[in-house]
């Protein structure tokens, strides 16, 4: 499997503010992919990026795959404490998949 | 099934005493992945499954770890000898290949909680 490294690990905001997480691999990827993990809950898909500088949306999320494919992002517009979990990177399409260290967000209210 | 199945949900055990958790995936799916989440930490790869491939088990922490699988079903996870840093939350999560570019996404099951006293 390839390693990715996420930063920040934790990070507290505002309701309302934004959210970015950075995923971020020595090497190139052959595709992304990031998952949620509410707390006490399991991971969940959100989506998959495949091509350099692809750049997809889901509502208030935005996900940028790099030109190089060597690093993600994953940015969140006005927080809402439905956003609260721990979101995850992973590098697919390998037979062992591993993922990124993961950023915890926690939403004030 | 509609969606990955593991039980037992919650299990506690003494000591040195031998644990098994299930997995059943979804029907179809022939990659099987287990993952050990300690508390508040990621997700560690433990052993992966491809159809009737040998397993890679490289992320197996110790020989107290075991793991089978029967064909492209049902996945059992064996700790022998329990210890308490075993404590954590097992996920078994499948998917419908693997190592195929672009659409290998893994659905997870509800985990098995394991505490160690």
């Known amino acids: 499997g390839q390693q990715v490294m996420q930063i920040p690990q934790y990070q507290h905001v505002q309701e309302g503010e934004d959210f970015t997480t950075y995923c971020n691999s020595s090497?190139?990827?052959?595709?992304i992919q990031w998952y949620k993990q509410r707390p006490g809950g399991h991971p969940v898909f959100l989506i998959q990026l495949v091509k350099s500088g692809e750049v997809k949306k889901q509502k208030r999320l935005t996900f940028q795959f790099g030109e190089a494919k060597k690093n993600s992002s994953l940015h969140i517009t006005a927080t809402q404490t439905t956003d609260v979990g721990t979101y995850f990177c992973c590098p697919g399409g390998y037979q062992k998949v591993t993922f990124g260290t993961g950023t915890k967000l926690q939403v004030i209210p | 099934g509609a969606g990955v199945s593991q039980s037992p949900s919650n299990k506690v055990t003494e000591k040195g005493k031998d644990v098994e958790l299930r997995c059943d995936p979804i029907?179809?799916?022939?990659?099987l992945y287990w993952y050990r989440q300690r508390l508040g930490q990621g997700l560690e790869f433990l052993i992966y499954f491809q159809g009737n491939s040998a397993p890679d088990k490289s992320g197996l922490p110790s020989d107290r770890f075991s793991a089978e699988r029967t064909g492209e079903s049902v996945s059992t996870l064996t700790i022998q000898r329990t210890q308490q840093e075993d404590s954590a939350v097992y996920l078994c999560?499948?998917?419908?290949?693997?190592?195929?570019?672009?659409?290998?996404?893994?659905?997870f099951g509800a985990g098995s909680r394991l505490t160690v006293l």
């Open positions: 090497t190139t990827l052959s595709n």
């Open positions: 029907s179809g799916h022939t990659a």
């Open positions: 999560a499948s998917s419908p290949r693997s190592g195929a570019s672009g659409a290998n996404v893994l659905t």
